[in-house]
């Protein structure tokens, strides 16, 4: 199971940003059973064609000095680092950084992007917001030009910030398992699991309900002073979510045992009617 700890801008807080913010929110997000954390990294290219919006996002930025000190603050509490690239550059900077790839929900159209992560050859998690089957098929293609591959997760995710509970819409999970979850020719299954712009634990780890093995929420200090704090998880609620996530997992079962549990075939050998005198045998 992977619990991402999106940490987005949350380290802009009080209108600055904060180094010492950021190394924080990775030490919560690991005490907090996070298994990884993420950034997201913009390198100056307009990705706005409104010039208001790309101020604020320019204000919001990353520092790519960071990096460095990011990474090993996240290998030194055990999380994994992640950051979102949204350029082709953004790849190259990030490459000595991550083991995998994040793409984000708006992103999936982005042509240049995803040719410049299929090359690199790393595992991938794709999200999916308002993203049309034919879309994250295109994208799939994009991203796994020598067929199918074992190493890309498709989330699905609403792209409101942050969605109304009506807006949860998990039935779109259930849409894209049924087109995408399993491949025919190859015998092979995908990873899928929920991005979430909804700060409520037990709602978000529901999804495992439904087969998810990935869960990315938002997540802010308890101070909930960061500039993504009003759809973001306290430390208390993702650790919330983490075991709940966990007693769903176990309550799902798994594809990979047998047709009945071990304490169901006892049942059934100790409480079924016999087939020959329609008789239950005594109970051990």
């Known amino acids: 199971m992977k619990l991402i700890a999106e940490i987005g801008s949350n380290y802009f807080a009080k209108n600055e940003r904060s180094l010492n913010r950021a190394l924080a929110l990775i030490e919560e997000a690991a005490a907090s059973k996070a298994t990884h954390v993420k950034f997201q990294l913009f390198t100056g290219e307009t990705l706005h064609s409104n ?8 204000e919001l930025a990353l520092p790519q000095n960071w990096l460095p000190e990011l990474a090993a603050c996240a290998r030194g509490n055990g999380v994994e680092f992640l950051c979102t690239p949204f350029s082709p550059t953004a790849v190259d900077i990030l490459d000595d950084y991550v083991n995998e790839w994040k793409i984000a929900s708006w992103d999936i159209n982005y042509i240049p992007l995803l040719q410049k992560i299929a090359q690199n050859g790393k595992p991938v998690i794709l999200s999916t917001a308002a993203a049309t089957i034919d879309e994250i098929d295109n994208a799939l ?4 030009p020598n067929g199918f591959p074992d190493d890309v997760a498709i989330l699905h995710c609403h792209p409101g910030y942050p969605i ?8 779109r999970m259930l849409e894209i398992v049924s087109a995408f979850a399993y491949d025919m020719n190859e015998s092979k299954f995908i990873e899928f699991g929920l991005s979430s712009h909804y700060p ?4 978000n780890a529901s999804s495992v309900l439904l087969g ?8 802010d200090l308890m101070d909930k002073l960061g500039n993504e704090a009003e759809h973001s998880l ?19 079962g798994s594809m ?3 047709e009945f549990t071990p304490s169901e075939i006892w049942c059934r050998e100790n409480y079924r009617r016999s087939d020959e005198d329609w008789l239950r045998p005594a109970k051990r």
């Open 51 to 58: 010039p208001v919006t790309q101020k604020r996002l320019n």
């Open 141 to 144: 293609e994009l991203l796994r």
């Open 164 to 171: 109304k509970l009506k807006e949860f819409d998990m039935r």
């Open 200 to 203: 409520d634990p037990v709602l």
């Open 212 to 219: 998810a093995t990935i869960i990315e929420a938002h997540f």
């Open 234 to 252: 306290t430390p208390v609620q993702f650790k919330e979510m983490a075991q709940w996530a966990e007693k769903f997992r176990l309550a799902r």
């Open 256 to 258: 990979a045992e047998s």
